[in-house]
Structure formats: structure tokens, C-alpha cells
């Protein structure tokens, strides 16, 4: 299925012209909303960025619309995310992979989610049923609402994200427990809105303890169909995740830090053929308006198959595209401070140390591909926000940990 770009733009017109004005809650907070809307000036730098030369390359990138709408026990939640338009050709972010761009991130679809969501209860027994386009119950939080701008390597390891799908989720006080169907194919252009006779050939399992307010615990699994060969004939993946999660509110101070572990096994025909693997920690400390955040990552990926632009992988993708696997350290730091001038503007500044070996004795060559085996990225520039801010992704109804994070 595909979006009419005329279709795009009216939708995304109408939202852009309200999104800085905030619906407020009536009737004693049984219903409200909010629209919201945020767009990132970036300018990055990579030493070496390919062939031992370096790259400095501008962007406007994750131009978000979104949407907040509740009514007693109902709720809906959409994204609009304009990539498709301004990161055609990618990101220029080292380390990460996915849907045919290396060493770019690639753009999100258009329409990034929208789901509707039927709660009843809440905690400490509740249950709701949600469904649409989204984020499947599985792993941690999409990047966008994290810390960094720079997505980190093990995306495509750690979420399942732009998908059909039906989910169910059972809150008994601190216990969550999600499940979830989704069509498996991976977004194929910022258009796709994902093969509609493949939904249901996936499926997901989450479970969520909070033993306490601050902090988050879950483990999760993902058998994915075929994601990377939309007609369902490629590579399947059992998918695991485990992380912890701790978010508090202090008196002089918000601090934020994430742990998480993920694994990817891919099979052919029952066969084991691939397993990739990340541990990832960060955190941030906030002060006043500043914010301070560090992310170290270690993340193995394949190699895959080129083509004659050296950013892009062949596509469809199977199993003999992949000439090798690669393991890369890296170590990021971000620097931020928010100034509030009508709207939400936060200056920031990001460095990253990457190291990247190849761990299986292929053809890649690490140090003659990029011109060495360490490489550096700087990046500058500033968000701008205005109205209501996405603070959590990929949990919905009673799968949120608090009812301030349904509202935030």
C-alpha cells in the first residue's frame, strides 16, 4: 500500500497549521489533547567518512507532526514525519544500517504512526486493545525521543517499528504483559505503508515489571517474517531484547539512563544462518535548561552487498548480499542547552568515537573501505519544538508506565 504525495501534503499542511496550539483538557481531564511539531538543523562532520576522505553534510532532519487526541477510554496518536522529503538521499551517521542505506539512516515513512487505543482500568488492574500503524511491543524506546540525535547502530536490532498492527495489553499493578500480530516486511520507500496481505504473519511479546515509579524492566521476543524481502521469500529473524530503564524527577536535577541488551538470529528455512548482537548503555543528567548525555555502544551488523553508490545495499535483501560482519565501539557525548523563544529552541552539540573491525574473515575490509579503522563524527545544530512533545514511543493504553507519560 501506498500514500497519494498529494494526499501527504494536505494532511500535513492542515496539522502544520495548528501544530503550535495546544488543545487543553475539558471536563476535568476526561478528554483532551494536544498538537505538536519539532524539526532538527543539523550539520555533521566524519573523518574519515569513506575512502580515507571526510564529509561535511547538512541536513534538516526528523521534521515531526504530531497528534493527541483522548475521550475517557479512548485515545489516538499520530505521527506525521517528513524525512521522506528532506533525507532522500540519508543521514550521514556511521555504523548504522538498515533498509537498503549503510552508513546513512535511512528516512521514516511519512506516516509514522497512528493508532487508536480502547483502555479500561488503568493500575493496578487494567487491560486495552490498540491498533493501527505503529510501534510492535518490543525492545526500547525509538531513538527520536531519546537523548541523541544520532540514531545508534543497533536500531533496527532493538525496535520494530512502522508496522500494521494489533496489540493487547494486561497491567497487574507493577506486571505489564503486551502481544502483538504485525505484518513482517520492512517500509520499502517513505511512501509504504507495508503489504497488507502479509499482516499477521508476525508476532511480539513484551513483558514490563516497575518495581518501582522510576524505574522500567522489560524482555521481549519478535519472530519477524521475511522483513527485509517484502514478497516473504528472504531471511527470517527471532528477535530478543532485555533492558532497564530509570527516569527520575529530582529537586535540582532530571536523570535519565538506559541499559539494554538485543539479539537478532536469522534463519532460512528453519536454519540458523546469521546472529547479531548489542549492548548499549546511556544516560542524561538535566540542570535547569542544560542537559548533559552519554551513550556507549557495541553492536555487530552485516556487511552487505554495495551498489555503485557505496551508502546504498542491494534490495530485495537475502542472505547472499551479506559478505561479512562487522563489530563496532562507539562512544558518544551531547551537550544541550533549550531556550524558550515562542517556541522550544535547544542548541547542541554531539561528538562520537567509532571503532569498527570485521569479525568473520570476509572480503570487507574495515580500514581500506573507510580509509581506517577509527573514525570521528561532530555534529552541530539546533531542535526546534513547539506544542505538545512525544515523550514515550511504543507503548499504549496500560503498557505505559505512568499516566503522566500518556499525557506528557
Keep these: 500500500m501506498r500514500i497519494g504525495s498529494a494526499a501527504i501534503r494536505l494532511c500535513t499542511a492542515v496539522i502544520l497549521g495548528s501544530s503550535a496550539l495546544p488543545v487543553q483538557a475539558q471536563h476535568g481531564g476526561s478528554a483532551g489533547g494536544g498538537l505538536g511539531a519539532r524539526a532538527i538543523g543539523l550539520v555533521t562532520h566524519a573523518t574519515p567518512a569513506l575512502g580515507g576522505e571526510s564529509r561535511t553534510e547538512g541536513y534538516v532532519t526528523q521534521p515531526l507532526l504530531m497528534a493527541h487526541a483522548s475521550w475517557w477510554a479512548l485515545a489516538a496518536h499520530v505521527i506525521v514525519n517528513l524525512e521522506g522529503w528532506t533525507l532522500e538521499r540519508g543521514e550521514l551517521n556511521a555504523s548504522v544500517a538498515g533498509e537498503g542505506y549503510v552508513d546513512r539512516r535511512h528516512p521514516h515513512t511519512y506516516l509514522h504512526e497512528a493508532i487508536a487505543v480502547l483502555r479500561v482500568g488503568g493500575n493496578p488492574l487494567g487491560a486495552s486493545i490498540a491498533g493501527g500503524r505503529g510501534f510492535v511491543p518490543f525492545g526500547t524506546d525509538d531513538p527520536m525521543v531519546r537523548p541523541f540525535v544520532k540514531f545508534p547502530a543497533n536500531h533496527h536490532l532493538a525496535q520494530v517499528l512502522e508496522r500494521q498492527v494489533v496489540m493487547g495489553a494486561l497491567r497487574a499493578g507493577p506486571a505489564l504483559l503486551e502481544v502483538s500480530t504485525f505484518n513482517g516486511d520492512e517500509p520499502t520507500d517513505p511512501e509504504s505503508l507495508g503489504r497488507s496481505e502479509r499482516f499477521g504473519d508476525s508476532w511480539s511479546a513484551r513483558a514490563t515489571l516497575l518495581p518501582h515509579e522510576t524505574v522500567e524492566v522489560q524482555v521481549s521476543f519478535a519472530d519477524v517474517e521475511s522483513p527485509e524481502h517484502a514478497p516473504g521469500n528472504g531471511l527470517d529473524q527471532r528477535k530478543w531484547s532485555a533492558s532497564i530503564r530509570f527516569e527520575a524527577e529530582r529537586r535540582r536535577s532530571d536523570v535519565y539512563a538506559l541499559v539494554e541488551w538485543a539479539r537478532t538470529a536469522e534463519y532460512n528455512q528453519g536454519r540458523k544462518v546469521f546472529v547479531f548482537q548489542s549492548f548499549l548503555g546511556e544516560g542524561a543528567v538535566s540542570r535547569g535548561a542544560t542537559t548533559a548525555a552519554l551513550r556507549i555502544e557495541r ?28 563489530r563496532w565501539h562507539i562512544a558518544s557525548l551531547r551537550l544541550d542547552h533549550q531556550l524558550v523563544v515562542g517556541v522550544r529552541v535547544t542548541p547542541f552539540a554531539e561528538a562520537a568515537v567509532l571503532n569498527v573491525e570485521e569479525i568473520t574473515g570476509s572480503i570487507f575490509e574495515p580500514d ?15 531542535r526546534l519544538e513547539a506544542g505538545r512533545r512525544h515523550a514515550r514511543a511504543g507503548r499504549y493504553g496500560v503498557a505505559l508506565s505512568s499516566v503522566q507519560d500518556e499525557h506528557r
Excluded at 581500506?368 to 539546533?382: E, H, K
Design 299 to 326: 553492536t555487530t551488523r552485516p556487511e552487505e552487498e554495495r551498489l555503485p553508490d557505496p551508502f546504498r545495499a542491494v534490495r530485495p535483501h537475502t542472505d547472499s548480499n551479506i559478505i561479512g560482519v562487522t
Design 368 to 382: 581500506a573501505f573507510y580509509g581506517g579503522s577509527t573514525m570521528w563524527s561532530l555534529s552541530v545544530g539546533a
